[in-house]
C-alpha cells in the first residue's frame, strides 16, 4: 500500500463524527422519497382539508419525482385515519389532517385507541376558516341575535360542530354563560348542512369552504367567523370577536405529521418542499378561495401550535370538569 493511499485511508477514519452525520443528513434528504408516498386526510372528499392535499400532491408529485396520492379516511374524528397511519409503518405515509379533529379525544374517549407518541409533526400547512352559520329558518342577523334566542328558548336550539376541539369551545361556551343548548353529533362533516337547510338543526360551526355552496343557495347565513382576522373570500362579514364574543375566537390548524422514527432530514425536506409550494401565487389564491389561510411552518413551529391549542383547550376542559385520560400523554 503506498504511503498516498494509507493517508486517504486514515484521513477518512478520522473524520470528526458530527461531518459524517452532516453527510448522512444530506444523502437522507436526497434520496427521500424512494418511492411513491401516500397523505391519509382524516376528512372526507370535498372538504377543504382534503381540497388542500389533493393541491399539494399534485404540485408535490412533480417536485419529488414520486407520486403523491390522496386517501381519505374520514371517521370518528380522524380515529380512523390516525390508525390507518400509524398501522401503516411506512415513513412514505403521512397524515394529512387538521388537529382540531383530535385535540379533544383525551377528553372525549374512555381511552384512546392509539399512542399520541406515534404522531410527529412535520410541518405545519395551513389555517382553516371556520364559519358560524345559521338556518335562515330563523329570520336572524347576528351571532348576538342568535345567542339571544339561546337565551330566550333555554333547550329549544340545537347546534353541530365539525371537530372534536370546536365540541368542547362551544359547550364551554353555553355553559360558561349558563345557556342551555343541544350538540348533535354527525359521523362526518357535510350531513348537517343539509338538516341545517331544513331547520333541523340551528347552527353549525365547521370550514367554511364547505358551506360556501349552501350559503348561495341561501340554505345558511354565515353571522361570523371564529378566526382571529376575518376571512378574504367574506370580507364583510366580523369575527366572534368583532360581533362581542371573544371567547369563542378560534384558529384552526392543518398540518403533516410523520412517523416516530421518521429520519430528520427527510421531515426537514417535506417542511421545505411544502413552504416552497404554498407560496406559489396560485397555490395561495385557491387555499384563500377555499376558506384556508396558507401559514407554513417546519416540524418545531407546528409543534408550538399545536401545543398551544392544547392548552387551551386544557383551560376549556376545567371549566366542563373534564380531565384528560391517563394514557393521553
Known amino acids: 500500500m503506498t504511503m498516498q493511499r494509507r493517508?486517504?485511508?486514515?484521513?477518512?477514519?478520522?473524520l470528526p463524527l458530527h461531518a459524517t452525520a452532516a453527510s448522512s443528513t444530506v444523502v437522507a434528504a436526497q434520496t427521500w422519497p424512494t418511492r411513491p408516498v401516500k397523505f391519509i386526510v382524516s376528512l372526507g372528499p370535498g372538504s377543504g382539508t382534503d381540497v388542500g392535499a389533493r393541491?399539494?400532491?399534485?404540485?408535490?408529485?412533480?417536485?419529488?419525482?414520486?407520486p403523491v396520492v390522496v386517501e381519505n379516511r374520514p371517521g370518528s374524528d380522524a380515529v380512523v385515519a390516525i390508525n390507518a397511519f400509524i398501522g401503516a409503518?411506512?415513513?412514505?405515509?403521512?397524515l394529512y389532517t387538521p388537529t382540531s379533529s383530535f385535540t379533544a379525544h383525551p377528553y372525549q374517549l374512555d381511552k384512546l385507541p392509539y399512542d399520541p407518541r406515534e404522531l410527529s409533526p412535520v410541518a405545519r400547512v395551513s389555517n382553516t376558516i371556520l364559519g358560524f352559520v345559521i338556518s335562515p329558518a330563523l329570520n336572524i342577523g347576528s351571532l348576538a341575535d342568535f345567542i339571544a334566542l339561546t337565551r330566550?328558548?333555554?333547550?329549544?336550539?340545537?347546534?353541530?360542530?365539525?371537530?372534536?376541539?370546536?365540541?368542547?369551545?362551544?359547550?364551554?361556551?353555553?355553559?360558561?354563560?349558563?345557556l342551555t343548548v343541544t350538540r348533535v353529533p354527525y359521523r362526518d362533516v357535510v350531513g348537517p348542512m343539509t338538516d341545517l337547510g331544513e331547520?333541523?338543526?340551528?347552527?353549525?360551526?365547521?370550514?367554511?369552504?364547505?358551506?360556501?355552496?349552501?350559503?348561495?343557495?341561501?340554505?345558511?347565513?354565515?353571522?361570523?367567523?371564529t378566526n382571529s382576522a376575518r376571512a378574504l373570500i367574506q370580507p364583510d362579514v366580523p369575527t366572534v370577536a368583532e360581533a362581542g364574543f371573544p371567547a369563542l375566537t378560534f384558529d384552526g390548524l392543518i398540518g403533516i405529521f410523520g412517523q416516530r422514527d421518521m429520519t430528520a432530514a427527510a421531515r426537514k425536506r417535506i417542511a421545505a418542499d411544502i413552504r416552497e409550494?404554498?407560496?406559489?401565487?396560485?397555490?395561495?389564491?385557491?387555499?384563500?378561495?377555499?376558506?384556508l389561510v396558507v401559514s407554513p411552518g417546519d416540524g418545531d413551529e407546528f409543534a408550538a401550535a399545536f401545543e398551544a391549542q392544547r392548552a387551551k383547550l386544557a383551560e376549556i376542559a376545567k371549566v366542563l370538569g373534564l380531565k384528560p385520560h391517563a394514557n393521553a400523554e
Not at 393541491?55 to 414520486?66: E, V
Open 152 to 178: 330566550r328558548e333555554p333547550g329549544k336550539v340545537n347546534y353541530s360542530t365539525g371537530t372534536g376541539m370546536t365540541d368542547l369551545i362551544y359547550d364551554g361556551y353555553f355553559k360558561s354563560a349558563g
Open 277 to 291: 409550494v404554498i407560496a406559489e401565487p396560485a397555490i395561495a389564491t385557491r387555499f384563500n378561495a377555499m376558506g
Open 7 to 14: 493517508f486517504f485511508i486514515t484521513a477518512a477514519l478520522c
Open 89 to 94: 409503518r411506512d415513513d412514505h405515509v403521512l
Open 55 to 66: 393541491l399539494l400532491a399534485n404540485r408535490l408529485t412533480t417536485r419529488w419525482g414520486q
Open 199 to 225: 331547520n333541523r338543526i340551528q347552527a353549525y360551526i365547521a370550514g367554511l369552504s364547505i358551506m360556501l355552496p349552501h350559503m348561495q343557495a341561501g340554505r345558511a347565513k354565515l353571522v361570523a367567523v
